[in-house]
């Protein structure tokens, strides 16, 4: 077939240039890039030989091989791994196929510095891309295991590449550079040069499993074929004593594993001897990836059985909560030939899977004493999805609350722990006070504050989505009931205050009795009830939702996932001590049931349970009915 050519997306295009352009500083890791790209395609092999018995191939020698030509300035990566089809190379190499594609460019245009660069491209993961950054031209010839036709790709990251079936191509994958001339200001080096490779190997992939051969440096006889030698160690860097690591070696195999280009945040290491060993390197990532929340988002734990890779992406050992979690765990006892399924019900898959999920929390948990800056990178990049586990992980529960800090009207700024709440707790209070809303600024100017920014009290501001659903599942902390302050009957006086005030509320009660009867009438189809509020010190009224009611945050979150929700009615809380309400009070006791005067009396409790109901981010059954209501209000104040 002759070959054809295709244009490159806006976005792809951009994003070359922007690579070839020199955007990251270091551009020796081009080659880590393709080594990486090569060693997880002889693992896929191996994993695909272990399912498939009538898979027809040589694995046998499976390997990655580096070749350079002086006089053609070409320097090849080449594998006998998986390989790609053409539909793949075409969607996987020709194509940067990512809705987050343009979002990444105009953060990338706005980093101010090399390393926010850097650490977004770490994030976006275009890996093979950086070879525009030494290369004026990269073909890719690959053939996938178990076809006969191989695929031919080419481009000079310009804004075209062509891709072209050929007849005779290797099982696997090779990746051919045509490189730049040398230039040493720009760090741009002789990467045909054998030490140079070397120097890069032993660098960054010497950890890697398989062999990386290349021709000796000492050159065959005359006419005999050139001696290749390994150039590095294979050592997993897991079976290897803490002491004989460098923290550089484990930030490579992070980067290896994760395909980031930023150094982990934290390093955890695991060895489990007995009945059941096993080896675990397991790290936390500086940043959130991209796709943390999107669907189908992988978790980044690879399972090796004694040092033989079996899967990435190992859902078994890591529940979704720390998806973000990256490492590999070996295993000494199971079969290589272990499936999904059957990790899903091994009982010993288990009993690591729990061990791991603890190491994981009590290191988080130990970041936040030792390294206070650490963690508050972590909670910022992973908060969200770690307080996913309070409704996961019950056994774990108390430990992810430990781990976990939330705003709060006690720091306009900083974050606090719950435990730290229940230390500040005033005399007498029993209760971790918190309100969920959509933002701070909405929550501190909320009617339901007003009480307790009087009374001197702290309350958690719970900003995220996943907020309105754990508060719902988690009763208590340290034995402390958390309690909604825009839920139920708020009671927050001593019994001296209560002996003080009691008369004063009996009084209140009588007096308003027919009012709160008659609003209950006129509003009976938008609220439950109407009463009387001790929570409001300056707002007329505010909306409450009943102790074990879904907040109406929640109830939009279920409507929007296409969940029916049945219609739920809320309370109307006046306050007697605001002029309004008192004046309202006073005009239905005078004006008791005068046709007209009862209609505009109507109008005023409709537009006193609108602004509560506004005040609290609620909608609106009729806002054009509201706006002619309180338009004809305000113009007879004129």
């Known amino acids: 077939m002759p070959a054809e050519t295709f244009e490159f997306q806006v976005e792809a295009r951009q994003l070359l240039q922007m690579m070839i352009h020199s955007i990251y500083s270091n551009k020796d890791v081009f080659l880590r890039e393709l080594i990486s790209n090569s060693s997880d395609a002889l693992d896929k092999l191996r994993l695909e030989t272990l399912r498939d018995d009538n898979l027809e191939v040589d694995s046998s020698d499976l390997h990655i091989a580096i070749e350079v030509d002086k006089e053609k ?79 031919r790709w080419q481009s000079d990251g310009e804004g075209t590449y062509t891709v072209e079936s050929v007849d005779e191509a290797p099982q696997g994958t090779s990746v051919t550079l045509r490189l730049k001339p040398e230039d040493t200001e720009d760090k741009l080096f002789d990467y045909t040069s054998p030490w140079k490779i070397r120097e890069i190997v032993k660098r960054y992939s010497d ?32 079976a290897r004593s803490k002491d004989s690591v460098t923290d550089d070696e484990y930030s490579e195999l992070y980067k290896h594993i994760s395909h980031d280009w930023t150094d982990p945040l934290e390093t955890i290491r695991m060895q489990a001897e007995g009945t059941f060993e096993y080896q675990a390197l397991l790290f936390l990532p500086s940043h959130a990836p991209q796709d943390l929340f999107m669907q189908g988002h992988k978790r980044g734990v690879q399972l090796y059985v004694k040092r033989v890779f079996i899967m990435d992406d190992c859902e078994a050992l890591m529940p979704t909560y720390l998806r973000f979690v990256k490492g590999v765990v070996d295993a000494q006892d199971l079969s290589l030939n272990v499936s999904r399924e059957i990790l899903q019900q091994d009982r010993q898959i288990e009993l690591m899977r729990r061990r791991l999920v603890k190491k994981v929390l009590s290191t988080v948990k130990d970041m936040m004493s030792a390294s206070p800056d650490k963690y508050g990178t972590f909670w910022k990049e992973f908060g969200r999805v770690l307080k996913e586990g309070l ?117 209140q009660q009588q007096e308003y009795a027919g009012l709160l009867t008659w609003m209950s009438e006129q509003l009976g189809e938008q609220v439950k009830e109407v009463r009387l509020s001790s929570r409001l010190t300056v707002s007329p009224a505010c909306i409450v939702s009943d102790t074990h009611d879904v907040t109406p945050a929640l109830e939009n979150m279920y409507r929007a996932m ?31 049931t005068e046709q007209d005067a009862a209609g505009e009396l109507a109008e005023t409790a409709e537009l006193v349970h609108g602004l509560a109901l506004l005040s609290d981010g609620g909608e609106l059954s009729d806002p054009a009915r509201f706006s002619r209501l309180m338009a004809s209000r305000l113009e007879r104040t004129l």
């Open 73 to 151: 300035r070409t320097l090849t990566v080449r594998d006998n791994g998986i390989g790609m089809s053409h539909d793949e190379v075409v969607q996987l190499i020709g194509t940067i196929a990512n809705s987050g594609t343009a979002k990444f460019l105009q953060e990338l245009k706005e980093a101010k510095d090399s390393a926010a660069s850097e650490e977004l491209i770490g994030q976006f993961g275009v890996g093979f891309y950086s070879s525009f950054m030494v290369a004026d031209e990269v073909t890719l010839l690959t053939r996938r295991a178990g076809e006969a036709t191989g695929t």
């Open 391 to 507: 409704l996961q992980d019950f056994e774990n529960r108390d430990a992810i609350l430990e781990v976990s800090s939330f705003a709060s009207t006690q720091d306009e700024e900083g974050l606090t722990t719950l435990r730290s709440y229940v230390e500040r707790m005033k005399e007498g209070q029993e209760q971790i006070y918190y309100m969920t809303g959509e933002s701070r600024a909405a929550m501190e100017s909320s009617p339901h504050m007003e009480a307790f920014r009087a009374k001197g009290l702290e309350v958690l501001l719970l900003t995220d989505p996943v907020d309105e659903v754990w508060v719902q599942s988690v009763p208590e902390f340290d034995g402390k009931p958390l309690q909604s302050i825009a839920k139920g009957e708020v009671d927050l006086d001593t019994d001296e205050e209560k002996k003080e005030v009691e008369a004063e509320r009996e009084k």
């Open 562 to 592: 296409g969940q029916e929700v049945p219609q739920i009615k809320r309370i109307l809380e006046l306050n007697p001590s605001h002029a309004l309400i008192s004046g309202l009070r006073r005009a239905h006791a005078e004006l008791g």
């Open 207 to 238: 950890f890697i499993t398989w062999p990386i051969r290349m021709e000796a440096q000492a050159a065959g006889e005359d006419g005999a074929e050139p001696a290749t030698e390994t150039v590095n160690s294979m050592k997993a860097l897991w």
